[in-house]
C-alpha cells in the first residue's frame, strides 16, 4: 500500500469515527443536552467572532483537520500505554513504572486545573502528561514495549515521537501549520504505525 494510501485511510478512518461519534451524541438524551448546551455557548460567542477577519477563520477550519488528526493519535497513543502497561504492570503502573518528574507534573496539571475549579479533564493520571512525557513513559518501560515495535529501535522509536511533537507545537498553539509541516504531520503519523508492523 503507498503512503499517500495510508494516511488517506488513517484520515477516513478517523472521520468515520467522528461522523458516529456525532451520530450517538444526537441520538441519545446526554448528546441532546450537550449539543444544547454547546447552541447555549455558541450564541455567548458568534457575534463577536463575526469581527475576526476571513482569513484568520478560514486558517481556523484548515487547522481543524489537523488538530482531529493529532487528538486522535495522542489519545491513540495514550490508550496503548495504559492498556500495554496494566497487562505488563499491573493497576498501579501508574506509581510504579511512571518516572517520578512525569507523575509529578501530571499532579501539578491536575491540581492548578482543579484550583482553578475546572471539571476534571478525566479520572487517569496520564491524560495531565504532555505530550512529550508520554515519550519518557516509553523510553522508561522500553522492555514492556519493545515487542510491539520489533521493527524499530528504541531510538527510532523516540525520534518519531518527537518529530511528533514537534508538529505538535503549532497545533497546540494555534498556530498555521505551513503545508511542508502539514505534511510532515502526516508522515510522522503513518512512521509511528509503521513502526508496529
Known amino acids: 500500500m503507498?503512503?499517500?494510501r495510508e494516511i488517506e485511510l488513517f484520515i477516513l478512518k478517523?472521520?468515520?469515527i467522528t461522523k458516529e461519534l456525532r451520530a450517538a451524541f444526537t441520538t441519545n438524551r446526554v448528546g441532546n443536552v450537550r449539543g444544547a448546551l454547546e447552541a447555549q455557548a455558541d450564541s455567548l460567542v458568534n457575534e463577536y467572532l463575526r469581527q475576526v477577519d476571513f482569513?484568520?477563520?478560514a486558517d481556523a477550519e484548515?487547522?481543524?483537520e489537523f488538530y482531529q488528526l493529532f487528538y486522535a493519535l495522542e489519545n491513540d497513543i495514550r490508550d496503548l500505554i495504559e492498556a500495554t502497561m496494566i497487562d505488563s504492570?499491573?493497576?498501579d503502573w501508574?506509581?510504579?513504572a511512571v518516572p517520578q518528574f512525569v507523575r509529578e507534573n501530571a499532579q501539578k496539571n491536575?491540581?492548578?486545573e482543579a484550583a482553578e475549579g475546572l471539571p476534571p479533564r478525566s479520572d487517569r493520571m496520564l491524560d495531565y502528561t504532555t505530550f512529550g512525557e508520554l515519550g519518557e513513559v516509553l523510553k522508561d518501560n522500553w522492555d514492556v514495549f519493545s515487542g510491539m515495535f520489533s521493527n524499530a529501535t528504541r531510538n527510532r522509536v523516540l525520534r518519531v515521537i518527537n518529530r511528533l511533537n514537534l508538529v505538535r507545537g503549532p497545533i497546540a498553539h494555534?498556530?498555521?501549520l505551513p503545508e511542508e509541516e502539514a505534511i510532515r504531520l502526516k508522515l510522522a503519523i503513518r512512521d509511528w504505525y509503521k513502526l508496529m508492523e
Request: charge should be negative; include cysteine.
Open 2 to 4: 503507498s503512503e499517500d
Open 14 to 16: 478517523n472521520a468515520v
Open 55 to 57: 482569513e484568520t477563520l
Open 62 to 64: 484548515r487547522m481543524s
Open 89 to 91: 504492570k499491573g493497576s
Open 94 to 96: 501508574w506509581q510504579t
Open 110 to 112: 491536575h491540581d492548578r
Open 174 to 176: 494555534c498556530n498555521f
